[in-house]
């Protein structure tokens, strides 16, 4: 009788570990927070839509593409992508999901990886911008900023695939993000011997109208990647963009204090200070 007693008591706690585990594995395989230890993004793939592309190879892409950020966002917040494809252009919905999922949709195809990686990194930039309805006065400021991200992202890519690719035959491939990005920059290079400040004094009225203007706003993207290249950790004041967004118009130089004010670090203020000082601005 004891022996059958020990038997069952050993059941009954391997029976509890097994549960444990399983629960456990569930939760680490779907977009919750029981994740966040582990890995904070999961990203999901809609098979079947990518011109005889693997979801696998996809997911491999834009893994790497967000691992260009993942050192600089905050670990404890665990989050979810849902990749779709789009015919009319690359965008992140305002609507999310149950979980809180944010929806992506890309406008490639095929293994046009570079594309994969541009698109993914510009919306990635929005969810790290704190993207959110209100005043389109100053989202020009936003979208310039993923397209930041795209810069970043691909010379990023280049580096890590050259010496880790996701597949040792790809290892050559990552040459092509780099070249990329550089024929963007080139397609809508700065105008010469012109300061941002000046440029951004002759343009404004048309930023607020057209903040969509891509190439426009890649060309302003060549102008500020070298902050984010010095200083990486800016990706984490973008964080606090958006935090006082409203729709309440309000002007780019109480946009750009606002965004330094939201900002809890004195590393981040002073990275944001840097980007106010070369548009020139004061209190």
């Known amino acids: 009788m004891p022996l059958k007693g020990n038997n069952y008591k050993i059941s009954k706690l391997l029976a509890s570990l097994i549960i444990t585990l399983l629960t456990s594995i569930f939760f680490n395989s779907c977009c919750s927070g029981e994740q966040k230890k582990y890995n904070p993004l999961t990203i999901k793939i809609t098979p079947n839509i990518w011109g005889g592309a693997k979801v696998s190879d996809i997911h491999k892409v834009l893994l790497s593409t967000a ?5 600089y966002f905050n670990q404890d917040e665990p989050f979810c992508i849902i990749v779709n494809r789009s015919k009319t252009g690359p965008i992140v919905l305002y609507e999310r999901g149950a979980n809180g999922e944010y929806f992506v949709q890309l406008n490639t195809e095929k293994h046009f990886w ?6 993914f990194a510009h919306e990635l930039g929005h969810i790290i911008c704190g993207y959110k309805k209100g005043d389109r006065s100053n989202l020009w400021f936003e979208e310039t900023l993923c397209e930041t991200a795209s810069l970043f992202a691909l010379k990023g890519m280049t580096k890590e695939w050259n010496k880790e690719p996701p597949f040792l ?4 491939y990552g040459k092509e993000f780099a070249r990329y990005a550089e024929k963007r920059i080139k397609k ?8 941002i400040s000046n440029w951004y004094l002759k343009h404004k009225k048309d930023l607020k109208q057209t903040p969509s203007n891509r190439g426009r706003n890649v060309m302003i993207a060549s102008q500020l990647i070298p902050f984010f290249q010095e200083n990486p950790e800016g990706w984490k004041a973008c964080k606090f963009l958006n935090i006082k967004k409203s729709n309440k118009k309000i002007s780019f130089n109480q946009y750009l204090f606002e965004w330094k004010n939201a900002c809890p670090t004195s590393k981040q203020k002073n990275f944001v200070n840097s980007l106010i000082k070369v548009f020139k601005f004061s209190d």
Do not use: V
């Open 67 to 71: 691992r260009q950020f993942l050192p």
């Open 114 to 119: 570079s594309q994969y990686a541009f698109q």
């Open 169 to 172: 035959h790809w290892k050559s």
């Open 188 to 195: 809508y290079s700065w105008p010469a011997n012109q300061s």
